[in-house]
């Protein structure tokens, strides 16, 4: 018997009357982790099929296959990597459905990566400070975007992790140092001209 698809999974968890207990954050339009609710906006495809097929969820077995638990739809739930690694191995599914109660809501993947980079920069102060320096200059939003952009493209990833917090961190004070270097070129450029004009 193959593996059901997540469709099939999020279809039978929709109509089960135990879906309170083992996918209470279900939404059969919308693909997300049954026990926590963490969702990306990038999943979403023309059909909620697809929408469910794209979603970067796991399957995993209430009752797990190393305890006689089966591949059936119900016995399979669809959850994100850390609700995965953390949900418990165990015989009894109100086991399962206990933990879930339990879970802490997460935000959405892209509300995460925010947030990450957020707390990010308050360990680069440097950086909010060359922020502020440049912030009302014509098109300095583009010029730091742009700046932002190359640093991440010489920035390695954590596989299953994506950017580090220490990266994150190191891309933003690589930022506020450039930035500097940049205001002191133009401070001393615009000093030359000073200088230049006054002998004039």
């Not at 059936?72 to 609700?83: A, E, G, I, Q, R």
Request: with cysteine.
């Amino acid at each position: 018997m193959s593996v059901p698809s997540k469709w099939k999974i999020a279809q039978h968890w929709n109509e089960s009357p135990r879906r309170e207990d083992f996918a209470p954050h279900l939404l059969l339009d919308e693909p997300c982790c049954f026990a926590c609710g963490w969702f990306s906006e990038r999943w979403k495809r023309a059909t909620a099929q697809a929408s469910w097929q794209r979603a970067s969820l796991e399957r995993a077995h209430i009752i797990p296959s190393s305890l006689g638990g089966s591949d059936d739809v119900s016995n399979l739930l669809l959850l994100c990597k850390p609700c995965h690694q953390e949900s418990p191995d165990w015989v009894d599914p109100a086991q399962m459905a206990r933990w879930i109660a339990t879970r802490e809501e997460r935000p959405s993947r892209e509300l995460e990566t925010f947030l990450a980079w957020f707390a990010a920069a308050e360990k680069a102060p440097e950086f909010k400070d060359a922020l502020a320096s440049v912030v009302a200059e014509e098109g300095a939003a583009e010029r730091v975007s742009e700046l932002l952009q190359d640093l991440l493209g010489r920035a390695g990833t954590h596989f299953g992790v994506g950017y580090s917090q220490g990266t994150r961190v190191a891309v933003l004070q690589a930022a506020a140092d450039e930035i500097n270097r940049r205001a002191q070129q133009a401070d001393g450029e615009a000093d030359e001209s000073r200088s230049v004009a006054i002998q004039d």
